[in-house]
């Protein structure tokens, strides 16, 4: 057997674009032999696909993927340069497969997971089919997160809006499944796709978060009212937070669909669980918003047509 030099590595590497450890696994595999090394990982389809690593991938699609039970569910964030191949089908029916294998998958975290083998070609990674997806659609691509939900009583809602753009999971613990609390969860899904929530409940704030809001509150009621007394500004203070919680809190929020425009979505829940005499909690839910906190390329077609010309 051939030895994988650090000098072979670089020379594979600069002939196919591969990244090192898949070139130093390709000559490891061929003895060292640089053609077969070339083809090996041609087949995995990796070669080139590194090149195109650089780029940024913030267009893609949120897609969900549910057990047969509904008991358990995962949302997948899967990202590409372009919102054309976004909307591309072969690579939303990839997206589809990756949801489907992170559903059975037991990883604990992203690199574990993508060190897992490929269900649809077990000779792959998760990684390498990826890297192969790259060089087959031509477009970086990245698979950025993904979050499963489970429940023991009840069931977990899943709502997909504009195509890809946002994903919501909502995991209801009930003693009664029936199709008017289905679509009560799929109402709570929908305003979390549109309203942005970033708690369940006010429960989950973090007390340091509330202590220190206060104290920012608290500082900027005494700049408008210098004069006030302490019950006035505590009572202005509370009302903020108040407010605030309402924004941020899912089942504080003000039901989109309330007729009175006053109900909340907590006691919208309540009322459809009275309704069906049931028991009802929302546990949780997950939102996923296509490219959110990612920096995309902002495109200069005029100045990129002066590069080309050498202007």
């Given at each position: 057997m051939a030895a994988v030099t650090a000098a072979l590595v670089k020379e594979l590497r600069e002939m196919t674009g591969a990244g090192m450890m898949d070139c130093k696994k390709a000559l490891a595999a061929t003895d060292g032999d640089m053609d077969k090394a070339v083809e090996f990982l041609r087949e995995k389809g990796l070669a080139g696909a590194a090149k195109k690593a650089g780029r940024i991938a913030a267009e893609g699609i949120v897609v969900t993927d549910i057990t047969a039970d509904e008991k358990t569910a995962v949302v997948v964030e899967v990202n590409a340069e372009t919102d054309f191949v976004a909307k591309n089908e072969k690579f939303r029916n990839y997206a589809a497969d990756v949801a489907a294998q992170a559903l059975k998958s037991e990883a604990a975290n992203m690199d574990e997971?993508?060190?897992?083998?490929?269900?649809?070609?077990?000779t792959l990674t998760v990684k390498e089919a990826l890297s192969s997806q790259i060089s087959i659609i031509g477009e970086n691509m990245n698979i950025r997160r993904y979050e499963k939900v489970s429940v023991e009583n009840g069931f977990v809602a899943s709502y997909i809006h504009a195509g890809g753009k946002i994903g919501v999971l909502v995991a209801v613990d009930t003693d009664v499944v029936n199709d008017e609390i289905k679509e009560m969860a799929k109402n709570v899904a929908m305003q979390a796709a549109a309203l942005k929530p970033l708690y369940t409940s006010r429960d989950e704030v973090d007390a340091d978060y509330i202590a220190k809001e206060k104290e920012i509150l608290t500082?900027?009621?005494r700049n408008e009212k210098?004069?006030?007394?302490d019950k006035i500004i505590e009572g202005m203070v509370m009302g903020r937070v108040n407010k605030e919680l309402k924004e941020i809190c899912l089942l504080d929020q003000v039901y989109v669909k309330a007729e009175d425009g006053k109900q909340s979505v907590g006691k919208y829940v309540e009322s459809v669980a009275k309704a069906n005499n049931a028991k009802v909690k929302i546990v949780k839910f997950v939102r996923y918003e296509t490219g959110?906190?990612?920096?995309?390329?902002e495109e200069n077609f005029a100045e990129e047509v002066a590069k080309q010309m050498g202007m």
């Open positions: 997971f993508m060190a897992e083998k490929w269900e649809k070609d077990p500082a900027a009621a210098p004069d006030a007394p959110e906190g990612m920096a995309k390329k």
